[in-house]
């Protein structure tokens, strides 16, 4: 069965800290990966996608790496700021069934 | 360019009745997938089309259906509604079928009393 865990569930964390975020997967076979932020109530917004073929990919203060051989995905955020404040979500889709799978995503507060 | 449109925002419907939930795509794109989003949870795939063709469905009973129009947006069916379907729909786009590259709509609430 294809799962996709997010541990912590929740993480709090003063301003200016470094923080790392992971995402753990037990099939191996994706097609991509992608990390999302989800603000309350609101829809979600696309932060990084990882081919199956890379093993990272930056964007500004965000890097997110891929290991498939451990099945694990971790999202790095850099110098922390209250405005990173959200739910972040790993979603992977696997080209074997055409499905997209999420996990219950980390909510992540920033603390001034 | 106009981002993901859904409608309606919220809604209130109750038990046994029937819903029909809308999605228009960003111009340009042909790939529409539809989530459903329960309180604490991450969003649970539904379906996706691509060229107006199911291209992928999860595990969600057949009282859940869609469809994507000529111009590429598309309904989300939902009949004989239970409490427990109850939640955020999420559709999303990409301009070809998959997961990348998608863009979210800011989702419909459903209530269901």
């Known amino acids: 069965k294809q799962e996709v865990t997010q541990i912590p569930a929740a993480l709090s964390v003063p301003e200016g800290e470094n923080l790392v975020l992971n995402c753990s997967f037990t099939?191996?076979?994706?097609?991509?990966l992608q990390w999302f932020r989800q603000d309350p109530g609101k829809g979600l917004t696309s932060l990084l996608l990882?081919?199956?073929?890379?093993r990272e990919q930056t964007s500004g203060r965000l890097n997110a790496s891929l290991d498939k051989s451990s099945g694990r995905s971790t999202l790095y955020i850099a110098a922390s700021q209250p405005g990173d404040s959200a739910t972040y979500l790993c979603a992977l889709e696997y080209s074997s069934a055409s499905k997209i799978i999420f996990g219950s995503g980390t909510r992540l507060s920033i603390r001034p | 360019d106009a981002g993901v449109t859904q409608s309606p925002t919220h809604l209130i419907k109750t038990r046994g009745q029937h819903v029909t939930l809308r999605c228009s795509p960003i111009s340009g794109h042909k790939s529409v997938s539809w989530y459903q989003q329960v309180l604490g949870q991450g969003p649970q795939f539904i379906f996706q089309?691509?060229?107006?063709?199911?291209?992928g469905r999860g595990n969600f009973p057949d009282r859940f259906s869609a469809r994507q129009f000529p111009n590429y947006s598309s309904e989300l069916n939902v009949n004989a509604l239970l409490l427990g379907d109850s939640a955020l729909y999420l559709c999303a786009s990409s301009l070809e079928g998959g997961l990348g590259e998608q863009f979210f709509g800011p989702g419909t609430r459903l209530t269901v009393l």
């Open positions: 089309y691509y060229e107006k063709e199911e291209r």
């Open positions: 990882i081919q199956s073929s890379q």
């Open positions: 099939d191996s076979a994706i097609y991509n």
